[in-house]
C-alpha cells in the first residue's frame, strides 16, 4: 500500500467519468429499441448509473481549475489550458466529421461535404458527443473571475450561489415530469431561472470545488444509500416517462436533473475519499487518467465506425462488446499518440 497524496481521488474520478461516457454512447442505440424486455432493463439501469461521468467531469474540471494559482493568470488560461484544449478538440471534430461522412450511406467523404459539416464548428459541435466542450471550454475562459470568486468569498456565499443552481435544477425536473402546463407553471422560478450563469452546468464546476475543499460529515455508507437510491430513481423514472410518452424519454437521465445531481456528487465524494491504492492499481489508474482527454474525444469516432461494420449495438451482448473494444482501441490509440511530444499535444492536449 502507497500513500498517493490527495489528488488520487480526482484521478479515480476521471478514470470512472471517462468509462461511464463510453458506456453511455455504446448503450444509446440499445435504449431505443426493443424496450422494456430484460435487456432493455439492464441496459438502462447502468446507464442511469453512468449518468454521473459527465457531471463528474464538470466538477473535477472545477475542483482542480479553482484550486490552481496559476488561474488567476489570463494569459496562462489562454495559452496553457484554452489551447490544450481547443487544438485536439478541432482535430477530432475533423476526424469525426470524416468518420460520418464514411459511415452514412447517404453521404460521400468529399471536400464540399466536409466544409459543409465543419462550416459552423464554432456555433455548434459537429459530433454529438462533443457537446460537453461548447460547456466546458467557456467555464476555462472565465475560470480567473471564478478563482477569484471562490478565493475572496466566504463558504456562505459560495453555498448560496450552489443552492440556487440546486433550486434551478429542481425546477427544472419537475418542470420535465409533471404533465400539466398549470402545474409547469407552478414550479417554473423565473427569478432564478433567468439568471444566466446558473442556467447552464456551471454550478457542478462550482459544486466540484466546493465538495473538493470542504470534507462533508455524511458517512460512506449513507452516500452508497443516496447513489443507489437515485439510480433507482433515475431507471424508474425514464421507464415510467418513456411508457407514458410511448418513445424513449431521458427526462431523468438528463445531466440538468435533481437525482442525476444527487446520484453525481455521492459518487463525487465517495471517490475523492480514496487516499490509499495498492502501487500497481495507483499505477494503471494514473496512466488512464492522464489518457481521458484524448480517449473522450475520439471514442465515439471508434464507436461510429464499428457500427458501419456491423456492430448496430441492438443487443445487450453487441452493447458490451462494442464497449471493450472501444475502450480498449482509444485507450491504447491515445497511449501511442501520446508517446510522441507533437502527437500528444495534437491529439491528447498533453504537454511534455
Keep these: 500500500m502507497k500513500d498517493n497524496g490527495k489528488f488520487l481521488g480526482m484521478d479515480v474520478i476521471r478514470v470512472v467519468s471517462m468509462f461511464c461516457v463510453i458506456f453511455l454512447h455504446c448503450a444509446s442505440n440499445r435504449l431505443r429499441v426493443n424496450m422494456y424486455n430484460t435487456g432493455w432493463s439492464i441496459a438502462n439501469m447502468l446507464t442511469a448509473f453512468a449518468t454521473c461521468g459527465v457531471p463528474m467531469f464538470f466538477m473535477i474540471s472545477g475542483a482542480l481549475i479553482l484550486n490552481s494559482k496559476n488561474t488567476?493568470?489570463?494569459?496562462?488560461?489562454?495559452?496553457?489550458?484554452?489551447?490544450?484544449?481547443?487544438?485536439?478538440?478541432?482535430?477530432?471534430?475533423?476526424?469525426?466529421?470524416?468518420?460520418r461522412l464514411y459511415t452514412d450511406e447517404r453521404t460521400a467523404v468529399t471536400a464540399g461535404n466536409f466544409y459543409n459539416e465543419m462550416l459552423n464548428f464554432f456555433n455548434r459541435p459537429v459530433a454529438v458527443h462533443l457537446w460537453f466542450m461548447y460547456y466546458l471550454i467557456?467555464?476555462?475562459?472565465?475560470?480567473?473571475?471564478?478563482?477569484?470568486?471562490?478565493?475572496?468569498?466566504?463558504?456562505?456565499?459560495?453555498?448560496?450561489?450552489?443552492?440556487?443552481?440546486?433550486?434551478?435544477?429542481?425546477?427544472?425536473?419537475?418542470?420535465?415530469i409533471l404533465k400539466e402546463d398549470s402545474q409547469k407553471l407552478m414550479v417554473s422560478v423565473s427569478f432564478i431561472n433567468n439568471i444566466g450563469f446558473i442556467s447552464g452546468y456551471l454550478g457542478y464546476f462550482i459544486l466540484g470545488w466546493y465538495l473538493f475543499n470542504n470534507k462533508t460529515e455524511i458517512s460512506s455508507v449513507w452516500l452508497i444509500i443516496i447513489a443507489l437510491c437515485s439510480v433507482v430513481f433515475i431507471s424508474v423514472g425514464t421507464t415510467a416517462v418513456s411508457r407514458y410518452n410511448e418513445f424513449y424519454t431521458e427526462t431523468f437521465k438528463s445531466y440538468r436533473s435533481i437525482f442525476v445531481v444527487m446520484l453525481s456528487s455521492s459518487i463525487f465524494i465517495l471517490l475523492n475519499r480514496i487516499e490509499r491504492l495498492p502501487r500497481i492499481i495507483v499505477k494503471i489508474v494514473s496512466e488512464i487518467s492522464a489518457l481521458?482527454?484524448?480517449?473522450?474525444l475520439s471514442h465515439n469516432v471508434i464507436i461510429d465506425v464499428l457500427n458501419r461494420w456491423g456492430l448496430k449495438n441492438h443487443s445487450l451482448k453487441i452493447v458490451f462488446l462494442t464497449f471493450f473494444i472501444a475502450s480498449c482501441a482509444s485507450l491504447i490509440m491515445m497511449k501511442v499518440l501520446n508517446s510522441f511530444s507533437f502527437t500528444g499535444r495534437v491529439f491528447g492536449g498533453v504537454k511534455k
Excluded at 79 to 97: D, E, F, T, Y
Excluded at 292 to 296: R, T
Design 72 to 99: 488567476l493568470r489570463v494569459k496562462y488560461t489562454l495559452k496553457n489550458r484554452i489551447l490544450r484544449l481547443m487544438i485536439p478538440m478541432i482535430v477530432w471534430s475533423c476526424i469525426a466529421v470524416l468518420a
Design 138 to 176: 467557456p467555464m476555462y475562459l472565465i475560470s480567473p473571475a471564478l478563482k477569484a470568486f471562490t478565493d475572496n468569498s466566504s463558504k456562505n456565499i459560495v453555498r448560496y450561489i450552489i443552492i440556487l443552481w440546486l433550486l434551478h435544477i429542481l425546477s427544472l425536473t419537475l418542470s420535465g
Design 292 to 296: 481521458s482527454y484524448g480517449v473522450y
